[in-house]
Each structure stands twice: as C-alpha cells, then as structure tokens.
C-alpha cells in the first residue's frame, strides 16, 4: 500500500512538474492546441496556461453550483483588482493542482496517508481562502458604499437630469461602488446601460445590487422617477442599517466559541499547570 502511495505521489508530481516548467515550450499542436488555446483565441501565459489541461474535465465533472460560488467570488475578487483575467474553471483547476502538490508533499514528508491527505486539503483550499478574503471585504465594502452612492444619483436627478446621465457623472465618484458602475459603462458600449446593470448584478450574486438593478428598471419606465430614486435611495439605507444591526447582534454568538477555544481552554491549562501539578507532586510524594 505505502508502495502504491509512493507511486502514485510520483507520478502526479511529475505531471506537476511538467504543467509548470513546460518542458515543451514550443506552440502545441493538434489536440494539445486546442485545449491551450481557449475559443475565443486568447493566448493564456503563466499558470492558467499551465493548469489549461485540466480546465476541461474541470468544467465538466464540478458541480454547477460549486462553480457558481467561485464565479461569485471571483467577481468581486476582480472588481478589487485581484485575480484579473482568471474565470471560475481556471481557479477552481488551480485547485485540484495545488491539493495534488500538496498530497505529494505530504506524501515525500510524512510517509502516512492521513497526514498527506490534510496537507493536500490544505492545498486545495488555501487558494479559495486567500481568494474569498479578498471578495468578502470587497462585498462588505461595496455594500457599506452603495447607500450613499445611490444618494448621490438621486440628488443628480433632483437637478433634471436624466437617469442615464446621473450614472455617468456619478460614476467618477472614487467609492468602489464609482468603480464599479464605471465597469458597467465600460461593458455598456452600444448596449442598455440598465440591461448591463442587471446581467452584471447577476453576475455578483450580491442581494442588495440586484434588487437596485430591478428597481432601476422600474423606476426608468415610471413617471415620478426623482420620487422614486429618492424612495429607493432611502429604502437602500435603511436595509443597510438593519443588516447592519443583525451582524451586531450576531456577534456575541459568533464569538462564544472562540472564547473558548482560545481564552477559556488556555486558561484552564494555564491554571492546571501552575496550580494542579505542585498539588500532584505533592500527593505522589506522601
């Protein structure tokens, strides 16, 4: 069994080693062309043309929703900027190659299947944790921001100005949130800027933007569209305290177990050790 092990470590170490030194530099050929060269006929460098073989039994064999969570998260990822150029089936083969790096890490260094396996855990899940870091602080930033930038499109559209227009000028704005309705225009070219709104709210997976995205919509079509984006600004902030105020509520819960893990349990063996063992010296000793 430890011999299979061995094998089995080297081999995938190999196929490691050959997807990140390209030992075979030249432009591919044939089938190996086709699955490093995507459709839309982008050239990928680096890793993501390393870890290219795997993208296909990758986007074939992960589950649907798995692969919508990273999306998500890859989103906001690259809305701060991180992760650019990377789609879902690229990170999630990235991976699968570094829990197989670090099984046979762990295989080379500790010789026993069950610390392998941890260690190749660890690499599978280190680039989603590094990762999804980035994409809540950007969530939690986004949504702290967009109730005072919604404010700010309102108070465009109290002075005549269209809906339209009101996006653009408050789109210069240097919150996340300017940013990101600068991404929209960006991808709006000839396009419907509520209808690019709506598709990349989907794309964010983000509660609070789609919900704008629809009541933009709305409010387009309506008559009374500075009463509305009013009413809609003030419902937009209101929710943000609310949630606000359920997190807080939260916390006290949340942190029950940490306290006790780590200032409860220390504590404990703190006091055992500076007072319990003199007494069980003692005891042993009569």
């Known amino acids: 069994m430890t011999t299979l092990i061995y094998l089995i470590g080297i081999g995938v170490f190999a196929l490691i080693v050959y997807l990140t030194l390209e030992l075979a530099p030249a432009t591919p050929t044939g089938r190996l062309a086709e699955t490093l060269t995507p459709a839309n006929s982008i050239v990928l460098t680096g890793w993501r043309r390393s870890l290219s073989v795997l993208d296909k039994p990758v986007s074939k064999w992960t589950p649907a929703g798995f692969i919508r969570k990273v999306r998500a998260d890859l989103y906001w990822a690259q ?35 069950i610390l392998a396996l941890v260690v190749g855990l660890i690499g599978f899940q280190y680039p989603a944790m590094a990762m999804g870091g ?11 921001q967009l109730p005072e930038y919604v404010q700010l499109v309102s108070a465009q559209m109290s002075a005549n100005v269209s809906m339209e227009e009101a996006l653009r000028r408050t789109s210069q704005a240097q919150s996340l949130a300017g940013k990101w309705m600068r991404r929209v225009l960006q991808m709006a070219q000839g396009r419907d800027l509520v209808e690019q709104m709506q598709r990349e709210a989907q794309e964010s997976q983000l509660p609070e933007l789609i919900g704008m995205a629809v009541q933009l919509e709305f409010i387009r079509r309506g008559t009374a569209q500075q009463d509305l984006m009013g009413q809609l ?48 010296q003692n005891l042993g000793g009569m």
């Open 79 to 113: 809305v701060a900027d991180k992760w650019a150029d990377w789609n879902e089936v690229q990170f999630v083969s990235l991976r699968v190659a570094t829990g197989l790096a670090g099984f046979v890490i762990g295989t080379v260094v500790f010789g026993e299947p």
């Open 134 to 144: 980035i994409a809540r602080r950007t969530r939690r930033q986004f949504t702290a």
């Open 233 to 280: 600004a003030t419902s937009i902030a209101a929710d943000y305290i609310g949630n606000a105020e359920q997190r807080a509520e939260k916390i006290g819960s949340e942190l029950v177990i940490p306290m006790v893990i780590f200032y409860f349990l220390p504590f404990m063996v703190t006091l055992l050790i500076v007072i319990g063992w003199p007494i069980m």
